[in-house]
């Protein structure tokens, strides 16, 4: 059964950082391209950051040069490290697969606060 855990979010002042984690099980982890992915009140949801399983990275345009995904395949888990956060970064952190998964599974995610 597939599960992701999502965990390090909390509050951060702004130009502070933070790294998320997380770890998934229930499918071949190695194999499968992975993204983290947010949503702020009254937002849809959006890509933040996608790695693939051989490890090509991309980014929103919005995080570019500031966030940094990886993954550790011996762990199942994949990382987001997210150095001067805005305000605007404040929200609901979530990873799932990239393109996430078609049965609509998400996490719980991990909330983000930014404070100016």
């Given amino acids: 059964?597939?599960?992701?855990?999502?965990?390090g979010g909390g509050f951060v002042r702004q130009g502070g950082s933070r790294r998320l984690s997380c770890r998934a099980e229930g499918y071949v982890f190695q194999w499968t391209n992975m993204g983290w992915y947010r949503q702020a009140p009254g937002k849809d949801r959006e890509m933040v950051a996608t790695v693939a399983s051989a490890g090509a990275t991309n980014y929103g345009d919005s995080v570019k040069g500031r966030f940094t995904i990886s993954r550790d395949n011996t762990k199942n888990t994949v990382y987001l490290q997210m150095n001067s956060l805005l305000?605007?970064?404040t929200a609901v952190y979530y990873c799932n697969k990239d393109p996430p998964f078609?049965?609509?599974?998400?996490g719980?995610?991990?909330?983000?606060?930014?404070?100016?």
Avoid at 108 to 116: E, N
């Fill in 87 to 89: 305000p605007e970064d």
């Fill in 1 to 7: 059964q597939v599960y992701l855990a999502e965990s």
């Fill in 108 to 116: 719980r995610g991990t909330q983000v606060t930014v404070s100016s």
């Fill in 102 to 106: 078609s049965s609509g599974y998400w």
